[in-house]
């Protein structure tokens, strides 16, 4: 049973423009929305999360967007850059976790000049 | 944020030696460590949870006997990958968790096993 499941696999985006990354869930037992960013040869760090008391969160260019009666959650990176390319994970999770991750497949953003 | 500094980088060694990886939370103290195997273009798939001064569990499929933890103090863990084979190159992950939610990782280790 495939619990996480991320969109698209891959994307390409033109520096300025919008990237949108998808993460739809099943566990409703879930209550943190992580999303991880990681470069080529290094581990994921955390790059933004919601809890399900919110709608929206954003954080300079990047904003989670959560629907929770859909289970799901969505990453914008506004105004995306070269630097952004990398690929991104979503883990839900349950607080308290301590960092027991699910993560989804991955999504490859290539940003180009 | 957290530091997890995972050691060393990468690694290669002969098929049918064993490789020792070293897990450590530098500023805070690990009640939990998680280790992940990530395969080229793939997904970060949970191995083991090791929790300090028990024995680790390890997910469904993976060898306990093969890939060994141990978390004898609360800033370090470590997995030794025993008689090692070319399949098992990959690159691996450790995260250490501080009783909250949040994950910290290391920098990862690339394995290449010839």
């Known amino acids: 049973q495939q619990q996480v499941k991320q969109s698209p696999q891959s994307l390409i985006v033109q520096k300025g423009g919008i990237s949108i990354i998808n993460c739809a869930y099943e566990?409703?037992?879930?209550?943190?929305f992580p999303w991880y960013q990681q470069f080529p040869g290094k581990g994921p760090a955390l790059l933004i999360a919601i809890r399900p008391d919110v709608s929206e969160k954003k954080e300079g260019r990047f904003t989670i967007s959560f629907n929770k009666s859909a289970k799901q959650f969505s990453l914008h990176i506004m105004d995306s850059q070269p630097g952004d390319s990398a690929t991104y994970f979503c883990a839900p999770t349950r607080k308290g976790s301590q960092g027991n991750l699910i993560f989804g497949k991955g999504t490859k953003l290539s940003v180009k000049p | 944020g957290a530091v997890v500094s995972q050691h060393p980088s990468w690694v290669i060694c002969k098929s049918g030696t064993s490789v020792k990886i070293e897990c450590r939370s530098l500023?805070?103290?690990?009640?939990?460590m998680f280790w992940y195997r990530q395969f080229p273009k793939q997904s970060l798939m949970l191995m083991a949870t090791?929790?300090?001064?028990?024995?680790?569990?390890?997910e469904q499929g993976v060898e306990k006997d093969k890939f060994l933890i141990n978390h004898a103090s609360l800033t370090l863990s470590t997995l030794t990958v025993t008689s090692a084979h070319p399949e098992d190159s990959s690159f691996y992950i450790c995260?250490?968790?501080?009783?909250?939610?949040?994950?910290?990782f290391g920098q990862g280790t690339r394995l290449t096993v010839v």
């Open positions: 090791s929790n300090e001064g028990s024995k680790a569990t390890y």
């Open positions: 566990n409703t037992a879930f209550d943190y």
């Open positions: 500023d805070f103290q690990a009640t939990t």
């Open positions: 995260s250490a968790g501080s009783g909250g939610t949040e994950a910290f």
